[in-house]
């Protein structure tokens, strides 16, 4: 079992910026990738920036120039940060995770999320 745990976020005022962790634990043999995704309140979970484990980042349109997401995979560690945050930012940020378990067994988990909420 692998667990995913998110650290970081609050309230943070419009134009401010936040810095999420996402931290894995548990037995596997190595993650492949780790993304984050926003779900606002009301709306449906959306893909928010990826990493995988040779550092090729990907990003949506909305945090492209805004966010940057970076690894330590020595301590199983991925961090998020946020910049220029706006109000429709809030919401929670949940952790994901493809990992391999072991070297034929791939697979996916979540966080439990970490609230943001961006202040006009």
């Known amino acids: 079992q692998v667990q995913l745990v998110e650290s970081g976020g609050g309230l943070v005022q419009a134009g401010g910026s936040a810095s999420l962790s996402c931290a894995a634990s548990?037995?596997?043999?190595?993650?492949?990738?780790i993304s984050w995704y926003h779900q606002a309140p009301g709306k449906r979970r959306e893909f928010v920036a990826l990493i995988n484990r040779s550092g090729a980042t990907q990003y949506a349109a909305v945090g492209r120039s805004r966010f940057a997401i970076s690894e330590d995979f020595a301590r199983n560690i991925v961090s998020l940060e946020m910049t220029s945050l706006k109000p429709e930012g809030s919401g929670i940020y949940y952790c994901?995770?493809?990992?391999?378990?072991?070297?034929?067994?791939?697979?996916?988990?979540w966080g439990q999320g970490t609230q943001v909420t961006v202040s006009s």
């Open positions: 548990g037995e596997f043999y190595a993650i492949k990738a």
């Open positions: 994901h995770s493809d990992v391999l378990v072991t070297l034929s067994d791939s697979r996916e988990y």
